[in-house]
């Protein structure tokens, strides 16, 4: 077994990472680039090793960067899924999209005039500055019967936090690095909103109490409702 994404222990989801080198996206504060997995050399687990499991093209990386490479190491898997936050959505399976790589500024967030049958759900990155232009944003794609993904930033220093935002975060471990991560206060005031509570299809990646893979769950039950449709519409493989 390859070096295991330690987020996603006990879960059913693997990592796959084809590319070379650092995602020229550079997202802010992106955990591919910064941490885990620095070094970047490839990342190709062997498929004897993820029997079982859904394979997840991209955590780290875009999969529309590279994009023949990536779809053809995506042929090695049974179950596999895309993550992109660019405007290719071509995908031959189902995929994530993150419509907001840059979270504080609203030019270029992703609005729902396309939805493929194969998006598993768009998901959005959330700080304590920008709650209600992503709420939004969720509510318009959760209108449209797309589930929503909402992911809390958290930030490698303080100069990093916007500012006057600064005691929404706090110093703590998170999976094997200190980050400034959102207060259980922040994460209260996220699920108090109107849209969060009424909407069945906002949810959030993890809690406050738990970051990992197997106590989420969202990746793997919406690649199942996602192969599921795409079976019956007769357009799965």
């Known amino acids: 077994m390859k070096k295991r994404n330690p987020k996603q222990v006990g879960s059913m989801l693997f990592d796959c990472?084809?590319?070379h080198g650092p995602c020229p996206n550079n997202c802010n504060q992106c955990y591919y680039n910064e941490c885990f997995y620095a070094g970047h050399e490839p990342l190709i687990p062997e498929p004897r090793d993820?029997?079982?499991g859904i394979v997840r093209m991209n955590s780290g990386?875009?999969?529309n960067l590279e994009k023949p490479l990536v779809l053809e190491t995506a042929k090695l898997y049974e179950d596999v899924f895309f993550n992109t936050s660019m405007e290719n959505l071509d995908f031959p399976e189902p995929f994530v999209l993150t419509?907001?790589?840059?979270e504080e500024d609203t030019k270029g967030w992703f609005v729902p005039?396309?939805?493929p049958a194969n998006l598993m759900f768009v998901r959005f990155r959330l700080s304590a500055k920008n709650i209600g232009n992503v709420m939004n944003f969720a509510a318009s794609w959760a209108k449209d019967n797309i589930p929503v993904v909402l992911t809390l930033m958290r930030y490698r220093t303080l100069d990093d936090i916007p500012e006057?935002?600064?005691?929404?975060?706090?110093n703590i471990l998170h999976i094997k690095h200190n980050w400034l991560v959102p207060t259980k206060g922040l994460w209260d005031r996220i699920q108090s909103r109107s849209e969060?509570?009424?909407n069945r299809l906002i949810q959030t990646c993890?809690?406050?109490e738990s970051s990992l893979c197997c106590d989420c769950g969202l990746c793997e039950c919406y690649y199942r409702i996602t192969k599921k449709r795409l079976e019956e519409n007769g357009c799965y493989k």
């Open 99 to 102: 419509a907001n790589a840059s």
């Open 17 to 19: 990472v084809p590319q």
């Open 196 to 198: 969060f509570q009424n």
């Open 50 to 52: 993820v029997t079982g």
């Open 164 to 170: 006057g935002y600064y005691t929404s975060y706090e």
């Open 113 to 115: 005039d396309v939805n």
């Open 206 to 208: 993890g809690s406050y």
């Open 61 to 63: 990386h875009d999969s």
